[in-house]
């Protein structure tokens, strides 16, 4: 059976430095004036998770939908990582980055998930992960961790400032610049060295 999360599943903005700096000149326009000095969460909520190999529906309003491909941390039972999943934030387009809509990203069936748990000892550095997103086979992005604004454990520990994380939440890492759109029909693959292929179907739904 696939894995599912236990607890509740944390997204992360602006957590690459690419994706910052295309954004830093919205952040300090106002409201904010200034770019954020905390993590930005948001939550994805349990009507979004889809396991590894399940069909995912797009609303027939919906053209294409931004592949959000990550690594998230498994929190254990004393605050720690205890392994480390491939996710798919998928989300519809949108422009905002300080407050993401709800609207847009707690879609039915947004959040693929990879099929099991890597064991957090195995892991040496989660600055080494990198990863590559297909649509139908073709290449569309690839992504590397140690381009993180914040690292795994400082993600970990300035979330920790504000928040207790429970045994069973998960934290993504968050997703880079440049998320490749994908349409319904399209079969979506989220690999990365030492976890099993992430593979998605998005299928279209009725009016």
């Not at 994706?19 to 004036?33: G, S, V």
Request: glycine content about 8%.
């Amino acid at each position: 059976m696939s894995y599912l999360p236990t607890g509740t599943v944390y997204g992360v903005l602006l957590n690459f430095r690419a994706e910052f700096d295309a954004l830093a000149p919205q952040m300090n326009q106002p409201p904010y004036k200034a770019p954020p000095k905390a993590p930005v969460l948001y939550v994805k909520t349990a009507n979004t998770w889809s396991p590894h190999g399940s069909a995912i529906g797009v609303p027939a309003q919906v053209d294409a939908v931004e592949v959000g491909a990550t690594v998230a941390m498994v929190i254990g039972v004393d605050n720690d990582v205890e392994g480390f999943v491939l996710m798919n934030d998928l989300s519809i387009p949108h422009a905002s980055f300080f407050r993401p809509p709800v609207k847009f990203k707690c879609v039915d069936g947004f959040l693929g998930i990879g099929a099991a748990m890597r064991d957090a000892q195995e892991v040496a550095d989660p600055a080494q992960f990198r990863l590559e997103v297909r649509i139908n086979g073709e290449l569309k992005q690839s992504t590397d961790f140690s381009q993180t604004v914040r690292s795994a454990a400082q993600l970990l520990a300035h979330v920790g400032e504000f928040m207790t994380l429970a045994h069973g939440d998960v934290l993504m890492l968050g997703c880079d610049a440049g998320r490749p759109l994908a349409r319904p029909g399209d079969r979506i693959e989220i690999a990365a060295p030492g976890f099993e292929t992430l593979v998605n179907t998005l299928v279209k739904e009725q009016a």
